[in-house]
């Protein structure tokens, strides 16, 4: 079955200090792959997607993830955090041939220290 | 409207009682999700309902839950003697639907339900 793992629980950062956050799904197909934010008290929102094409990709607020195929990682990183990032960010992939479900990983919260 | 709206957005109910929770995608979305989220756990997929085909149900925990979709906009979730470990954020979100590289879903506030 397929899967989304992010192995970081809760990930605890100053103010500037840089992040990365893993994600590994398990499905040897062409998949999607997304990050998804939840700030606290809001509802879930699209940080960034990948579909196709360059493997690095830019979301909204200074967030990137590189879509590494050989190691079936996709993970989201950024230069200098910011106090107003703490949130909880959710790893998640749709199978490219099946517009039906997305698979979420247990989502990793990350508290920023000011 | 804007976004993907749900109601109640708070529900308190017995061990027993029957629920529904109502979900309002964007209009235009031909595809609908239902999630769960439990504390310290990530999101659950429930079911999926594409324009008039045959919703997706894989991911129903039980013969208790259920959910229709109406005239392919409004959806309602129910839960049938609820349980305490129904106790969870119902997450509803809609997307384009059609083909994959539209299946950017869209996510409303969410229900919490609290089973006592």
């Known amino acids: 079955a397929q899967s989304v793992s992010q192995h970081n629980h809760h990930v605890i950062l100053s103010e500037a200090a840089s992040l990365e956050l893993g994600c590994n799904y398990s499905?040897?197909?062409?998949?999607?792959l997304f990050w998804y934010v939840q700030y606290p008290g809001q509802h879930l929102q699209l940080l960034l997607k990948?579909?196709?094409?360059?493997?690095l990709v830019k979301g909204i607020k200074g967030f990137e993830a590189e879509f590494i195929k050989s190691k079936f990682s996709f993970n989201l990183r950024k230069p200098s955090v910011q106090w107003s990032d703490t949130a909880e960010y959710f790893c998640?992939?749709?199978?490219?041939?099946?517009?039906?479900?997305?698979?979420f990983g247990s989502g990793t919260r990350l508290s920023i220290r000011p | 409207g804007a976004g993907v709206s749900q109601s109640p957005s708070n529900k308190v109910t017995e061990k027993g009682k029957d629920v529904e929770l109502r979900c309002d995608p964007i209009?235009?979305?031909?595809?609908l999700y239902w999630y769960r989220q439990s504390l310290g756990q990530g999101l659950e997929f429930l079911i999926y309902?594409?324009?008039?085909?045959?919703?997706?149900k894989s991911g129903l925990p039980s013969d208790r839950f259920s959910a229709e979709r109406t005239g392919g906009s409004v959806s309602t979730l129910t839960i049938q003697r609820t349980q305490q470990e129904d106790s969870a954020v119902y997450l509803c979100?809609?997307?384009?639907?059609?083909?994959?590289?539209?299946?950017?879903?869209?996510f409303g506030p969410g229900t919490r339900l609290t089973v006592l």
């Open positions: 979100a809609s997307s384009l639907g059609g083909s994959s590289r539209s299946n950017e879903q869209f």
């Open positions: 499905y040897g197909g062409t998949v999607n």
């Open positions: 990948y579909f196709s094409g360059d493997p």
């Open positions: 998640a992939v749709t199978l490219y041939s099946s517009a039906s479900k997305i698979i």
């Open positions: 209009s235009g979305h031909t595809a």
């Open positions: 309902f594409q324009g008039n085909s045959a919703p997706d």
